[in-house]
């Protein structure tokens, strides 16, 4: 039995999406991919509010350290972090 091309199509599209599942985010869409992870566009159920979450692996957990201790208008502040070892 094949799948679909719809289907196929589909699993491409998340087969890299950070399962949120027990999070309090819930995933709206990518906005923006680099070297050291992707940012999506999220909602915070909590706050009921937008909020962009970057992805990373957790080797690169120290550079969301190094960004919270930075103020300046052109970065964005980090609130929170996390790590975990589950992927999608």
Do not use: F, N
């Not at 491409?12 to 819930?26: F, M």
């Not at 991919?33 to 962009?52: E, F, H, N, T």
């Not at 957990?61 to 996390?82: D, F, K, M, N, Q």
């Amino acid at each position: 039995m094949g799948l679909s091309d719809s289907v196929l199509r589909h699993l491409r599209e998340v087969v890299d999406l950070p399962d949120l599942g027990d999070t309090r985010y819930e995933l709206q869409e990518e906005i923006g991919r680099g070297g050291l992870g992707v940012v999506y566009a999220a909602r915070d159920r909590q706050l009921d509010r937008r909020v962009a979450l970057k992805v990373m692996d957790a080797a690169w957990a120290g550079e969301a350290r190094l960004i919270a201790r930075l103020e300046h208008p052109g970065i964005v502040a980090a609130c929170r972090t996390a790590i975990s070892s589950r992927r999608t």
